[in-house]
């Protein structure tokens, strides 16, 4: 005999699974249909560990298996934590800083600039019902009748992540455009300098500050201007002094090679993306001139887009044929 409560769960849970794909037949959308077929596998976790319990129970009640008891115990435990999950499921470490979404891999939370550290996690955005559909009013029930939590949020990227695939779509366009001999310089809290390439063909080089979204220069990059600042910053990291001082061997040597760069000729840009904090889709490439000596920054710094085109800082075009100062330098 199995306890009345597993019994009338079991039931409860399999009545659920049967009414989700009945109305995943209604679902109009891939996303939604995603969410139906999510929720029924979750029911199926449930229903198949439920299952568990009752055999358990049943060898307990037989005696037939000494230790059954102490694994009924275990899984008892362990339902009593089961949850499902729609869409995304996160994970922190606040030991470490880190985290990790749908068990990826783990992520590095801490930024940095000249203001300081910050330890910056992803959110969790719950679904609304209108996003939910029909489902939500039956995850709801599921909810109630059976003690079982049914999580639908989506995490929101972080802020370093946005900034990382700012950095990583920048450094593929200079790469597809020639800047195939690149350096990497950055600490795990991504301070360094972000993108810096050489054209082997013609031996042109280009050192760039990337920002996403609404970032702007941080008050030494503003001020300094590239080519101060990156100097700067590549000295701090050949001489492992500051936070630098627990450079790499290939870090250190990487920033040397880079200062010899900085003797060519380089140019240096400010370049800017749009990241979508939802799906992570990287576009709306604009740039603008960061060549400048400390305090002779101009007061307007015109963008451009890829195609030499005048934007303004949002990337929106100011005017067909408006190219003051030509096509961005490649």
Known sequence: MTSDHNLMLY????GFRLVVVANRFGGDTDFSRELHDRLIEGLDAAIARIHLMMALERRVQTGED?????????????FGRFTINLLDDLEIDDDTHEYRI?????????????????????ALVRLT???????????????????????????????????DKAEEQARKKFS????????????PQGNGVDL????????????????????????????MGGPAY?????????????EWKNATPAQVADARKALRWLDESPDFKEIKYDV?????????????????????????????????????????PIGRGSRSRGPPKK
């Open 102 to 122: 749908n068990g990826g891999n783990w992520i590095n939370a801490l930024t940095a600039d000249d203001g300081g550290v910050e330890v910056k996690f992803p």
């Open 276 to 316: 979508d904090a939802d799906t992570g889709a990287v576009t709306n490439y604009r740039e603008r001139d960061w060549d400048y000596a400390p305090g002779e920054r101009e007061a307007r710094v015109k963008w451009y887009d890829g195609g030499g085109g005048q934007v303004t800082s949002k990337g929106k």
């Open 230 to 242: 990156v100097r700067d910053r590549l000295d701090r990291v050949a001489s492992q002094s500051g």
């Open 11 to 14: 039931t409860k849970l399999a």
């Open 176 to 187: 597809d455009e020639g800047y195939s001999q690149q350096l990497v310089i950055q600490n």
């Open 196 to 223: 810096i390439g050489r054209d082997p063909t013609t031996n042109k080089i280009i050192f760039g500050e990337v920002k996403s979204n609404g970032a702007i220069l941080s008050e030494d990059q503003s001020y």
């Open 129 to 163: 019902d209108d996003e939910l559909g029909t489902l939500a009013s039956i995850i709801q029930d599921i909810t109630l009748e059976t003690d079982i939590p049914v999580h639908a949020v989506r995490a929101i990227f972080s802020y370093k992540e946005m900034s």
């Open 66 to 78: 000494e230790v059954a008891e102490y694994q009924l115990q275990g899984e008892t435990e362990i």
